[in-house]
Structure formats: structure tokens, C-alpha cells
């Protein structure tokens, strides 16, 4: 037994989940009139409500107990003060300087400085970009830009600008600067970059190669693969003075293979080790949101995760959004055996949230061993899934309803804007009939209800309620790691996949096998070749 499954708080919320296994959702809204508001906390342009959720004031009261065994408010105060907690790396988990507004953060190790260089830099090519002062190698202005990343380096800018596609900022817009067009290409197939440059003129074409490392082979392919194309479609036509690398910029912690790469360095702009992959559109990473909606647009989103820092770091635990939403799905994961969560936002431009969120939570803590290098014996992160509703209820809610799965839902709404009350009634809808569930004298029309979930209300879709949104889940997923005594911060798991690609490479092209290639490779790789 670990020293987490044998602590008091862990045995008393496993005694006090058999005391209230036959209890329904139901039965507790009957027995207090006031559970919609007292299950509830608000803040900023966020709404949380958890009165959906099958925990008694009692399994509250037990699972802050959990939080404080764990010493969540220390280890959130050992984070906020930059303190190495990302013990595998040896290294701090400093995303929150990223939108911070003091003059020095964290105490010991400032990197302001840095953070707001970087952010001057940002605000000066965006400003450039966004009103044509950006010029390509035969003189023309940038009307598209392609960001080449993969993982933290693509998921988040790719989930923000679809986001806030239609968010509209009048002080650019009044400047004279206007949208540009951004995507984004992220897997090594090629189909991926060729359909991404559909239609795309050279000239006014180009490329941020975001990666930390510099490292990662399909970003340097893809990267490889746009030059390419750029020459070719640069070729003959006469220069106003610069080649196809002026189209090119980067975003990484390693300038030198950057350089190496041929972008210049005043067009390479910094991240760094303190900040994690998938905690990083913060940073520069978030180029394509800004080049998209423009510097004051990004400053609102930051701002937006900064005022929820601040709650996190400073609101007691039960009226801590990240805290509960951590609590609850441990409650789940760890008292309930629910194996996966789902995420639905009924807003079709929050659509790529799921896929940011799986990186975020199954990256952070998909983990087997704790802090102390052994391995854990409770479940760690839950699969998390989920696609935008209402499409969604089309295709996989009738397992949420009938199947015999255990999902917890967190539904995303929003309350303000266009088109929004198909949305939320469907919202809606959908959490009241998981709760209630409906009797019926054929089995198989009878809905069995008591399915847990949580509605977060938007007040709009802007960039500082999605500021807000975004940081409360990655710190929920921090405060899930403090929990499971994990370190939610490296990703050792991905290496060997990667190392193992590296070398089939030669052998899928005709060379020898690795000596390791196991039998089942071997016969795969063999039977491609034949199928060629
Ligand atoms: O392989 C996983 C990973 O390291 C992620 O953590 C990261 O976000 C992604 O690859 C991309 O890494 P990079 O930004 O260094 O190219």
C-alpha cells in the first residue's frame, strides 16, 4: 500500500464513498433546496456549477481534507515561488510569468526581463505583420502565416485562434491593421502542409517554425519541406533584395539550431526551459493568436489568465475553481473507478478544446511512479475525450446516457453572442437528463440518470474568458498531480516511440533492421515494403 492509499483521508473518503453509493443526484437537490447556489462559484466571466455531482457537503468536506494532506496550498505556494517542482528536470514550472504584470516574478530567479523583451518583440512583428510592413523576399506584404509545430507547439495557438475567430478588436482594426489568414500544420504527412498551402501565394507566405527544442522531426520536416517550397515558388521572380529565409521565423530555446536552420536571429524569438511545451501559448508560441487578433487581443487573454492565478493562488480551497474541478474528478477517477472524462463545449469555435485538453491533462499526468520513484497503486489521469455538442449528441452521448461506463462531463457553454440558445438549452438539456435519467417499463428505453457534471458558463467567448478558462484548467490539472504525487511537468513516456522511429527509418527504406527490431516490427515492416 502506498503511503497515499493507507493516509486517513484517503481511507475516509473510500468508507464514506460506500456509505453514499446508493445515493442519487436527485435525492440530494431534494434535500436541499439551495444545493444549485451553494454548488457553485463564480468568478471573473467564469460560472462554475458542480450541484450535478454525486458528493454529499460531506464528500466536499472529505476531499478538501485530501487537498490539504496533500498540501496543495504549499505545494501552489512552492510553484508560484519558482521553486524547482518539476524535480525531473530540475526545473521550475513558471508559465504564470508568462502573463504576469509585477515588476519582478518569481522572487528568487526574476524573469520578467526576458518575459517582457520577448513580449516588445512579439507586439512590434505583430503590429508590422498586421499592417503590411512585413515584406517578403519580392517585396510583397504577408497575407498568410503557417505555423509548424506539434504538440504544445501547435495544439494551444491552434485551439485560441479558432476560438476567437470571430472576435473582432476595434483599436487594431482602427490603426489600419487587419486579420491575417493562420494555420497550422502539424503532422509529418505530408498531406498535412500540401493542404495547408492550397492556394497559398509564395510571396505573401510565411512560416513559424515553433518547436522548444528545435529537435522534433516533424516540425524540422515540415520545416524542411516549406522551404522547399518557398524557393520553387520564389524561383525567377525578381528579389527586392532577401531569399526564401526571410519568410521564416521561429519560436525556441535552442536559437543556435535555428540558426543553424537559416532563419536569422533577430527573427528568432525566445522560449524557455521553465516553460512547458503544453503550457506555452502564453509565450511566443502564441505568435499566431496575436499575428490573428492582434497585440491587444493577446494581452487580454493573458490578462485574462493572470486574474485567474490570482484566484487560484489566493481563494481558500473550497472556493477554489481549479481545486474543485481537481477534486471532483479525483473523486471519480479514485473512488469510482471512472476511467475517462469527457469535455463538451457547445460552441463550435471551442472545438479543438478537447484535443488541447488531452495533451494538458494526459501529458501532465498520465504517470505510473511518484514523486518518490515508485509506482503509484491508485489511478492517475482519466482518458479525457469529448467533441463539440451539439454535433456530439448525435454520435457518442447515447453511451453517456445508457451505456455502462462511468463519464464525468464537464459541458462548456456560453452565455453571450450570436446564435447561443440552441446551444445552451441543448447544454442544458443534456446535463438534466444525465442526472435525472427517465423510467420507462421497456428496459431499453430507460435512461438510468445519477451521471455526474459540471457546466461551465463563459459570459462570452472573449479572449480574457478564455484567459480564464484556460489557466483554471491547467492549474486543476497541477492541483491533480499535487493529489497523486506526481510530477505533472515532464513527459518522459514519448521518448522511446521517438527513438524507435528514428531508427526503422533506414529499414522501411530498404537498409538493415536494427538489432532490437522485435519479430512483429520486422514482419510489418517487410509487408509494407511488398505492398509498395
Ligand atoms: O513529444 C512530446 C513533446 O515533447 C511535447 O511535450 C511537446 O509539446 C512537443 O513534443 C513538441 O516539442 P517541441 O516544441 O520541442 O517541438
Redesign the pocket.
Known amino acids: 500500500m502506498s503511503k497515499l492509499t493507507d493516509s486517513p483521508a484517503w481511507r475516509a473518503l473510500a468508507a464514506h464513498r460506500g456509505e453514499i453509493a446508493a445515493s442519487r443526484i436527485t435525492d440530494l437537490f431534494a434535500s436541499d433546496p439551495r444545493r444549485a447556489t451553494r454548488c457553485s462559484v463564480e468568478f471573473g466571466e467564469l460560472f462554475l456549477d458542480y450541484s450535478r455531482h454525486l458528493v454529499t457537503p460531506e464528500t466536499l468536506r472529505r476531499l478538501i481534507a485530501l487537498a490539504e494532506q496533500a498540501d496543495v496550498s504549499g505545494w501552489i505556494r512552492r510553484m508560484f515561488a519558482g521553486e524547482p517542482i518539476n524535480h525531473t528536470e530540475n526545473r521550475p514550472a513558471l508559465h504564470m510569468a508568462l502573463r504576469s504584470d509585477r515588476g519582478s516574478f518569481p522572487e528568487n530567479a526574476d524573469v520578467m526581463p526576458q518575459v517582457r523583451e520577448a513580449l516588445a518583440r512579439m507586439r512590434s512583428m505583430v503590429g508590422q505583420a498586421r499592417s503590411g510592413g512585413l515584406r517578403g523576399a519580392t517585396g510583397k506584404p504577408v497575407q498568410c502565416v503557417v505555423n509548424l509545430?506539434?504538440?504544445?507547439?501547435?495544439?494551444g495557438p491552434r485551439m485560441a485562434c479558432r476560438a476567437l475567430r470571430a472576435y473582432d478588436d476595434a483599436r487594431s482594426r482602427s490603426r489600419g491593421e487587419r486579420r491575417l489568414d493562420v494555420r497550422f500544420v502539424a503532422n509529418v504527412d505530408p498531406r498535412d502542409l500540401d493542404a495547408a498551402l492550397e492556394g497559398l501565394d509564395p510571396q505573401t507566405t510565411f512560416f513559424i517554425v515553433?518547436?522548444?527544442?528545435?529537435?522534433?522531426a516533424?516540425?524540422l520536416d515540415n520545416a524542411r519541406r516549406a522551404r522547399s517550397w518557398l524557393e520553387a515558388g520564389l524561383q525567377g521572380r525578381p528579389s527586392a533584395g532577401a531569399d526564401a529565409g526571410s519568410h521564416f521565423f521561429a519560436v525556441?530555446?535552442s536559437p543556435a539550431r535555428a540558426e543553424q536552420f537559416g532563419i536569422p536571429t533577430e527573427r528568432i524569438f525566445p522560449?524557455w526551459d521553465w516553460v512547458?511545451?503544453?503550457f506555452?501559448l502564453w509565450s511566443a508560441?502564441g505568435l499566431p493568436i496575436a499575428l490573428s487578433i492582434g497585440m491587444e487581443g493577446f494581452d487580454a487573454l493573458l490578462e485574462g489568465a493572470r486574474d485567474m492565478d490570482a484566484h487560484f493562488h489566493t481563494a481558500p480551497l473550497e472556493r477554489n475553481m481549479p481545486v474543485i474541478l481537481a477534486l471532483l474528478s479525483t473523486w471519480y477517477v479514485n473512488f469510482a473507478a471512472a476511467q475517462t472524462h469527457a469535455v463538451i463545449p457547445y460552441a463550435e469555435d471551442l472545438g479543438d478544446l478537447p484535443a488541447y485538453l488531452q495533451?494538458l491533462e494526459m501529458?501532465s499526468n498520465g504517470k505510473r511512479v511518484d514523486r518518490d520513484g515508485r509506482e503509484v497503486d491508485y489511478a492517475t489521469a482519466p482518458v479525457i475525450w469529448g467533441a463539440s455538442g451539439t454535433p456530439s449528441q448525435h454520435s457518442f452521448h447515447q453511451l453517456l446516457h445508457q451505456g455502462t461506463h462511468l463519464v464525468p462531463v464537464d459541458f462548456i457553454l456560453v452565455a453571450g453572442g450570436r446564435g447561443r440558445d440552441m446551444l445552451a438549452t441543448n447544454a442544458l438539456a443534456q446535463a438534466a437528463a444525465l442526472t435525472r435519467g427517465s423510467a420507462s417499463p421497456e428496459a431499453y428505453r430507460a435512461l438510468p440518470g445519477n451521471r455526474p457534471s459540471s457546466t461551465i458558463i463563459l459570459e462570452r467567448l472573449s479572449p480574457e474568458a478564455l484567459g480564464q478558462l484556460l489557466a483554471m484548467y491547467e492549474h486543476k490539472v497541477f492541483v491533480q498531480g499535487v493529489i497523486w504525487n506526481i510530477n505533472s511537468f515532464d513527459?518522459w513516456g514519448?521518448?522511446l516511440g521517438?527513438t524507435l522511429a528514428r531508427a526503422l527509418l533506414p529499414a522501411l527504406q530498404g537498409e538493415a533492421f536494427p538489432a532490437d527490431a522485435d519479430p512483429a516490427t520486422r514482419a510489418l515492416v517487410e509487408r509494407i515494403r511488398r505492398m509498395r
Open positions: 509545430g506539434i504538440g504544445g507547439s501547435d495544439l515553433a518547436s522548444k527544442t528545435f529537435t522534433t516533424e516540425t525556441t530555446a522560449i512547458g511545451g503544453r506555452s508560441v495533451q501529458e513527459q514519448v521518448e521517438k
